[in-house]
């Protein structure tokens, strides 16, 4: 059989080990050697130029329920690839966590195996402390208490239920996605810290508010429509660009690409702020692209304030 494997950023050192599993069975083997940010980035058209019978993409949960547009018959296989963390840190941050009874946690896919241990910790861990643990499956996360970069539903809905969540995994970039104003705490088994970052996420959500005010004021905007099969969504985006000329944008120009080069973009030097129909978290790096950049969710706010600020725009 000849199957292209595809590995995230941080696990293609992996690659020539799993590779040789699959040719020890007699199998002709491929190595994606392209960016892969997430179970939405699979690659398909490399698997199709080699006329590939399988696509073995590790690291990451099938990207919700539906089957895989674009994928005709190429079997894709998902691979999760579990990493195990000392959990001593989460009975670390029971001092922090005592004062809150109910708790929502979530977690990436690499450490969801560990999930239930978790919840024991948080359960029993601090006898005179003890505290209702509940998880709930996000929208395009598959797997019960997982998040996403795109997706934090699975910590959302629990919000009104909890007094607190709890987001457990190495970095920044995954709670500060979650949307609720409840108490959040980020338990970092790399760096071996938990702490609040209600006070990061206000200041994230600050910076989205002048990027709406700042994108109000724009003549051209650019529409950034990604082919990546779990970001594919020319219809919403060629449904923004209607929207804009309506309510008076004098330019609106849908720009399509896979792998989205702020450097690139920059040298078009004609855009005063850009939507994102891609990837939502893009947003997040706006300062390498010096203009204002919006994703789809704050397209109704971006055209109600048009709308009311009318020929004062300018």
């Known amino acids: 059989m000849r199957i292209l494997l ?15 599993k699959f040719e020890k069975d007699g199998h002709e083997i491929f190595l994606s050697a392209s960016p892969c940010w997430g179970a939405c980035d699979l690659a398909l058209d490399e698997a199709k130029k080699l006329k590939a019978d399988k696509l073995v ?19 894709i296989e998902y691979r999760l690839y579990p990493i195990t963390v000392d959990l001593a840190v989460m009975h670390n941050a029971l001092a922090q966590l005592a004062p809150y009874k109910r708790l929502a946690l979530v977690t990436t896919v690499s450490h969801i195996h560990q999930l239930d241990e978790m919840k024991k910790i948080l359960r029993e861990g601090d006898k005179a402390h003890p505290h209702e643990v509940l998880t709930a499956k996000g929208a395009m996360a598959i797997l019960e208490g997982q998040v996403l970069g795109c997706d934090s539903s699975a910590a959302d809905k629990l919000a009104s239920k909890v007094d607190a969540i709890i987001y ?8 500060l996605g979650i949307k609720s104003n409840k108490p959040i705490f980020a338990v970092n088994p790399y760096a071996r810290s938990a702490a609040q970052i209600n006070d990061l996420i206000e200041k994230k959500r600050k910076k989205e508010s002048g990027m709406l005010i700042a994108a109000s004021q724009a003549k051209r905007i650019g529409i950034l429509a990604s082919t990546k099969p779990g970001q594919f969504n020319l219809r919403a985006a060629e449904n923004a660009k209607k929207k804009l000329l309506a309510v008076g944008v004098q330019q609106v120009s849908i720009l399509v690409g896979n792998e989205f080069d702020f450097d690139s973009i920059k040298d078009f030097n004609s855009f005063d702020a850009y939507i994102t129909a891609a990837c939502p978290r893009l947003i997040d790096d706006a300062e390498r692209l010096d203009k204002p950049i919006l994703n789809l969710a704050q397209l109704p706010k971006l055209l109600k304030l048009m709308q009311d600020l009318g020929k004062n725009r300018f």
């Open 168 to 175: 457990f995994g190495g970095g920044e970039f995954h709670p």
């Open 57 to 75: 993409h590790y690291g990451h949960a099938q990207f919700g329920e539906r089957k895989v547009k674009g994928a005709g018959r190429l079997e």
């Open 6 to 20: 595809q590995f995230p950023q941080g696990l293609k050192s992996k690659a020539l080990e799993e590779s040789a």
